[in-house]
């Protein structure tokens, strides 16, 4: 079994330093041992800055897409009223399971038409559309959870 002398040991860190390789392994007789080179990170402070430029750019295109996105749906939607409930409790489309749902997609409602009832602690509370239009859309499941502020229909407005 033969050992490195300490000088041995320190003219390998040596060469290892100075040179391309990244980690030296020897096994010798049951004698191990590993040199591994630290891996330096470069600080390019044009590169860094170059990147960080980059990125805020990139950022500013996104949220200038995002804002013209938004103001398109905007204005698609402007023409659109939410119904939203008033009340946490259980979503019904109908008055009782056996009978037809209140509103369709589709169907014309006034302010005063009942569109769903909210269950709340045992009481049936009904939702009327709050404006003249079209039911455009349903947005929640009969039997669903709903929360206060939640949509539960898109209505067109009438002109």
């Given at each position: 079994?033969?050992?490195?002398?300490?000088?041995?040991?320190?003219?390998?860190?040596?060469?290892?330093?100075?040179?391309?390789?990244?980690?030296l392994?020897?096994?010798?007789?049951?004698?191990?041992?590993?040199?591994?080179?630290?891996?330096?990170?470069?600080?390019?402070?044009?590169?860094?800055?170059v990147?960080?430029?980059?990125?805020?750019?990139?950022?500013?295109?996104?949220?200038?897409?995002?804002?013209?996105?938004?103001?398109?749906?905007e204005d698609?939607?402007?023409?659109?009223?939410?119904?939203?409930?008033?009340?946490?409790?259980?979503?019904?489309?109908?008055?009782s399971?056996?009978?037809?749902?209140?509103?369709?997609?589709?169907?014309?409602?006034?302010?005063?038409t009942?569109?769903?009832?909210?269950e709340?602690?045992?009481?049936?509370?009904?939702?009327?559309?709050?404006?003249?239009?079209?039911?455009?859309?349903?947005?929640?499941?009969?039997?669903?959870?709903?929360e206060?502020?939640?949509?539960?229909?898109?209505?067109?407005?009438?002109?």
């Amino acid at each position: 079994m033969s050992f490195f002398k300490i000088e041995e040991i320190k003219e390998l860190i040596k060469l290892v330093e100075t040179s391309s390789i990244d980690e030296l392994k020897i096994d010798n007789d049951g004698f191990k041992l590993t040199i591994k080179k630290e891996k330096k990170v470069k600080n390019n402070s044009y590169n860094n800055s170059v990147e960080t430029k980059n990125l805020v750019e990139s950022t500013t295109k996104l949220r200038k897409h995002e804002e013209i996105a938004r103001k398109d749906k905007e204005d698609k939607n402007e023409n659109l009223h939410k119904i939203v409930s008033p009340m946490v409790g259980t979503f019904y489309r109908a008055p009782s399971p056996n009978e037809k749902p209140y509103v369709l997609v589709g169907d014309t409602v006034t302010k005063n038409t009942v569109v769903c009832i909210i269950e709340a602690m045992k009481l049936m509370n009904e939702i009327e559309a709050e404006v003249t239009g079209e039911v455009v859309e349903v947005l929640v499941e009969n039997g669903d959870l709903v929360e206060y502020g939640q949509p539960l229909f898109l209505i067109k407005k009438a002109k």
